[in-house]
C-alpha cells in the first residue's frame, strides 16, 4: 500500500529497510512494546491466580494480543498525525515519516482510524470488560492526552499514565474481572511508575520541549518543582508490596527495597543541584525497576516454582 512515498513533490521507490523503518518510527516501536508487555503479563498472572491452563484461552490469547497491538499502533499513528508540527522542532523525531513526508499526512490519518477500529473489534472477542480498559487506554491517550492536555496543560502527564495503566488490566480481563486487588496494584504501580519516568525525560529533553512549546512540567515550572513531585510520586509507591503478598514474601522484600532506594534517590535529588546527573539517574533507575518488578512476578509465577 505504501511502497511508494511522497517526498515533497516528488515519489520514489524506496527499500523495504527504508519502508520498515518508516512504519516503526510511526507506531513508534519500542513505545508499542513496552505497552504490549504489560498486556501478557496481566494475562500470565490470570492465569496463574484463577488456576487455569493457557490452552483454554489461546484462542482469545490471540484475540487480545493482536487486538491490542493494532488499537496501541492506532493511538500512536494518530498521535503522529497530530503532533507532526511539535515533531518537526524536536531533534529526536525528525526522521519520523509524518517529518520526512514519507507518509502523507492523510494516510496516517486513515491508517491510525482503522488500525484503531480493527484491534478495538478484536478485543471484543476476548471479553466485554477487556474491550472496555483498550477503549479507555485509546481514548485517554489520543482524545484526553494527545488531542487536549497535551498542548496546554502539565497536567499532560498524568493524563497520559492512565493509557498505559490499564494495559495489565486488558490481560487480566481476558481472564477474568479484573476487580481483584493484583490488577489493582499493577495499574497503580503502571499510573505512579509513569510520572517520574516522563519529568526524568522531560529533564533530559529540556531544550527539545521547550522550542516546541511542550507545556511539560520541568519546562514550565522548573526543575526543582518536577524533582520534589517526582519524590513524591515515588513515595506513594511504598505500601503498595503489602498489598501484593500474595506473590510470595521473596517479591515483597525485593520490591521494598527497589521502592526505598528509588524514595532515597528522588528525596537526596530533591538537595542536590546535579540536574543532569539526576536525571539521568532516574530514568534508567525507573526502566530497571520496572524491568525487575514485572520481571520477578512472572519469574515467580512459573510452574516450576510451584508445588
Not at 40 to 57: I, K, P, R, T
Not at 127 to 140: K, Q, R
Not at 264 to 278: L, M, Q, T
Not at 281 to 290: D, E, H, I, N, V
Request: aromatic share 18%.
Amino acid at each position: 500500500m505504501y511502497s511508494d512515498y511522497e517526498l515533497g513533490k516528488d515519489m520514489k521507490k524506496t527499500t523495504l529497510s527504508g519502508f520498515l523503518t518508516d512504519v516503526k518510527a510511526l507506531v513508534k516501536g519500542i513505545v508499542l512494546v513496552a505497552n504490549v508487555l504489560p498486556i501478557l503479563s496481566g494475562f500470565w498472572l490470570a492465569l496463574f491466580f484463577v488456576d487455569v491452563s493457557f490452552f483454554e484461552y489461546w484462542d482469545k490469547f490471540l484475540y487480545m494480543t493482536i487486538g491490542s497491538v493494532f488499537l496501541m499502533a492506532g493511538a500512536l499513528i494518530l498521535n503522529n498525525w497530530y503532533e507532526v508540527d511539535l515533531d518537526r522542532k524536536m531533534g529526536r523525531t525528525q526522521e519520523r515519516p509524518t517529518v520526512t513526508g514519507n507518509f502523507s499526512l492523510q494516510a496516517v490519518l486513515t491508517l491510525g482510524i482503522a488500525a484503531s477500529a480493527l484491534g478495538l473489534i478484536l478485543l471484543f472477542f476476548t471479553t466485554f470488560e477487556a474491550a472496555v480498559y483498550g477503549f479507555i487506554g485509546w481514548f485517554t491517550y489520543v482524545v484526553l492526552y494527545t488531542f487536549w492536555t497535551k498542548r496546554k496543560y502539565t497536567l499532560n502527564t498524568v493524563i497520559g499514565s492512565v493509557s498505559g495503566a490499564v494495559t495489565p488490566l486488558i490481560g487480566w480481563a481476558t481472564i477474568t474481572s479484573a476487580y481483584h486487588i493484583v490488577p489493582i496494584m499493577l495499574f497503580l504501580i503502571l499510573f505512579i511508575w509513569q510520572i517520574p519516568h516522563t519529568f526524568a525525560i522531560a529533564m533530559r529533553r529540556y531544550d527539545e520541549y521547550k522550542a516546541a512549546e511542550v507545556p511539560m512540567l520541568p519546562v514550565v515550572y522548573g526543575f526543582d518543582m518536577a524533582k520534589r513531585q517526582t519524590a513524591v510520586y515515588v513515595l506513594c509507591l511504598l505500601p503498595i508490596p503489602m498489598f501484593l503478598t500474595s506473590l510470595g514474601s521473596f517479591f515483597v522484600v525485593v520490591m521494598s527495597i527497589l521502592n526505598v532506594v528509588w524514595a532515597y534517590i528522588a528525596i537526596r535529588g530533591v538537595f542536590k543541584k546535579d540536574d543532569e546527573k539526576y536525571a539521568n539517574t532516574m530514568f534508567f533507575y525507573s526502566l530497571g525497576y520496572l524491568t525487575i518488578v514485572f520481571g520477578l512476578m512472572i519469574f515467580l509465577t512459573l510452574p516450576i516454582f510451584q508445588t
